[in-house]
């Protein structure tokens, strides 16, 4: 992640604020609004049968490599980890990792730079945090 301030015209990935929807473009905005409604609509149906809401664990990563490039490491990432379902299409790369359930997106910034998005939600906080955490180191 960048950690300097956030400029009026730089590119995202040269900004360094935290992520908010003032900060983001509207490809960006959407693309990450879609993959969050997605996940909180595949939870919804196990929130509802635990009787709580499940811990939602994410994370951004900006990335010196393509768009593909990142979805592949992505794919693989999740593979070695034992992702189960998994479910790629231009939403991201879903599936479960025991208990979890885990998406990954890749978004273009150019055609050499990348950003990644993970989330992975459970109803054990331990569990969340350690997935998201792998998923995130293994994807450099």
Known sequence: MNKGQWG?????????????????????????????????????????????????????KDLNKS???????????LQVLGLENQVENEYGIYGNVKSNRVVVKCIEISPKQSKLMVAVAGYNRDSVELVRNKIIDSIQ
């Open 8 to 60: 009026g015209t730089f590119p995202l990935m040269l900004q360094s604020q935290p992520v908010t929807p003032d900060n983001l473009n509207g490809r960006e905005t959407r693309m990450i609004n879609k993959a969050v409604l997605i996940l909180l609509f595949l939870l919804s149906g196990s929130a509802l049968a635990e009787g709580k809401p499940p811990e939602l664990w994410s994370w951004f």
């Open 67 to 77: 768009k593909e490039a990142c979805e592949i490491q992505s794919s693989y990432a």
